[in-house]
């Protein structure tokens, strides 16, 4: 069963999903409803964009304290830059220098956190917890206030629009979301950065010795996790119809426990994309079916942490059957 579980890591969360979707079916009729399941696609949406970054680094051994941080960084940086009235013409930039702006916000945010790891050497938990603070600091001081919906061009509302697929009913932002972890899932699976990823977080000193560029490698990583964040960016921004320095104060948690429950191991070397996928919908999962089954939200905290502490727990005994 190690092994089984070590060279199929989503295994695990997948029959935890399959078995959490089943009980909660029990407390309550609904649960188990296209609209329902519909609903937790929505809500985890923007986790699960996050998630593939930390995914990402998490992989290389390292973790992002910041990704929170960087995503609503990135979204009031496009939302501010476009930001214009109707009763005034041409206020803001053009929506296709704003948006790149944007995204090329959250590349630089993450070289920032890459460089520190690669040419300082810190840390990447000391790092990102410092680089939290910077970012959530730039928010807050540089973008003074909301951007609502009417002030912003119609292009970054566009992933919160609905679609119908047959019986379900999700927001564009959803199929964003699931076609960065397609695009993600194959470089990881059939391109040489993705193997050079899991080989250094599998063993740095190894892959160093097999010629790997491990500083490059784990610059590109952040890079591209920054990269992520922003285009989670904009989905929180067609989520919420509104930009605002105050959302997803609990982001980078979220998308951590996401990952974990994925089967990702915390050092690195060992996951799937796609288990991080499954993780953010046990999340969703668990949270919407304890709210029907109508348990109190301190209970339902308490249920989220002991699943993360099951899940390392897991990860753990996986990793003795490589001894």
Sequence with gaps: MQAVLHK???LSSTMVLVVASI??????????TPSNFSLILQQVAIVGAVATGQTLIILTAGIDL?????AIFSSMAMAKLAQGTPAVEGDGLSIWIAFPAGLLVGMLAGAINGALVTKVKLPPFIVTLGTFNIFLALTLTFTK???PANEMPPFLLTLGHYVN????RVTTGVLFMIAMYIVLAFALRYTAWGR???????????????GISVNRVLMSVYVVAGLTFALAAWIVIGRV?????NTGGDLNLDAITAVVIGGTSLFGGRGTIFGSLIGAVIVGVFRNGLTLAGVDLYFQLMAIGILIIFAVSVDQWIRKARK
């Design 145 to 147: 206030g909301t951007v």
């Design 165 to 168: 697929l047959g019986p379900f």
């Design 8 to 10: 199929y890591p989503w």
């Design 23 to 32: 009980t909660f079916s029990f407390f309550n009729e609904n649960f188990l």
């Design 196 to 210: 050079h990823v899991y080989a250094v977080g599998d063993d740095i000193d190894a892959a160093r010795l097999a």
């Design 66 to 70: 910041s990704c929170g941080a960087i």
């Design 241 to 245: 119809t509104v930009a605002s320095p």
